[in-house]
């Protein structure tokens, strides 16, 4: 099970916490990209994360050697793999050296869904986006700004408790997934009465909700 963020020394500022969640949200329905405040950290690039590329990502794959590639399903799509030490193989002196046309999936990167989702995004190979994540600090407009971000807190929990209630036992067990699987479903949660719900009838609703959001995607249209 994922740890809990704790404090961190220092604190960044998140952004207010529902206009992150809209803008996040559309984003993962292919709305937009996210407006990540990355200044100079490459933690997602040193972190030992597969970068997943698609079709649309033609600028990417024209500059990335075939060699750092494996073709996956669906046709079309590929994986980028990186170094033993954890670094991307496009990370040059610290720098993206295809920054201009990355893939889609490094643009969509926020570690902040992990601060939002109140849990770390990974074990020691990603410690320097943990830090990040300790330091993220939301602030709130209103009431529903809180409520909002208690609910994709008590989604993601559920998501990481609960997962042998899902469907088939089928829940994510990464992070990431856990994190934005929350962010998709996170109005089931609303209502605090959900969390006594009967878990297998939640969690099939959790799925059910989760494919709405996804069959709304521009992506897929
Ligand atoms: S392609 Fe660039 S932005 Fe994406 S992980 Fe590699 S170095 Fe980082």
């Not at 939301?138 to 408790?161: K, M």
């Amino acid at each position: 099970m994922q740890s809990v963020p704790t404090e961190s020394a220092h604190t960044l500022p998140a952004g207010t916490f529902g206009a992150w969640l809209k803008s996040t949200r559309a984003s993962l329905q292919g709305e937009g990209g996210s407006d990540v405040p990355c200044g100079d950290c490459v933690g997602c690039c040193v972190s030992s994360y597969f970068i997943p590329l698609r079709p649309k990502d033609t600028a990417a794959l024209h500059e990335i050697p075939a060699k750092f590639l494996s073709a996956t399903q669906p046709r079309g799509n590929w994986v980028m793999g990186y170094r033993d030490d954890g670094t991307c193989p496009m990370l040059r002196d610290r720098k993206c050296s295809i920054y201009a046309h990355r893939p889609q999936t490094c643009r969509d990167y926020d570690c902040r869904v992990f601060a939002a989702a109140g849990m770390e995004a990974g074990g020691p190979d990603k410690s320097v986006i943990n830090e990040r994540v300790r330091a993220w600090r939301f602030t709130y407009a209103d009431e529903a700004d809180h409520a909002a971000h208690r609910a994709v807190q008590a989604a993601a929990t559920f998501i990481r408790e609960k997962r042998e209630h899902f469907p088939g036992g089928r829940a994510p067990t990464a992070p990431t997934g856990v994190a934005v699987l929350a962010v998709k479903v996170y109005e089931l949660f609303l209502d605090e009465a959900a969390e006594r719900r009967d878990a297998e009838a939640l969690a099939a609703d959790v799925v059910k909700m989760a494919r709405a959001f996804d069959a709304a995607s521009t992506d897929l249209r």
